[in-house]
């Protein structure tokens, strides 16, 4: 069984330095997925996806930091003390944001699994036509 989640549900990085709340796009936790781009299956994540206009940074949003490659479309932020990915801005709609399932309280992505993975090495902007 899924944990709950809310509207608004809290989230923090590792540290506490960056607090939010989320309020996932429908299908809340069914959402959460893998990907396996060069960044995404180095750094591990099981993300799930933000409605629009929902994150709101209670705390932090000073300390993180922000790393981009390739295109530079996506915007990959993390604390900056702790190093936890928080969230993201998404390539393949910057528009919307994916978030660590892991930074959302009282969720342990170890129950999630198996989710779907995302062909990230044949990322749909790369793809011709
Ligand atoms: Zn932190």
Redesign the pocket.
Known sequence: MLPEIRDAHPA???????TFEVTLAPGGLATAARCDCSFCRRRGAMVVTAAPGGLRFLS?QD?LTLYQFGTGTAEHHF??????YTHHRRRSDPGQFGVNVACLEGVNPRFLDPVPWNDGVNHPSDRKG
């Open positions: 923090r990085c590792h540290c506490g330095a960056v932090g300390r604390c900056s003390i702790c190093g936890i």
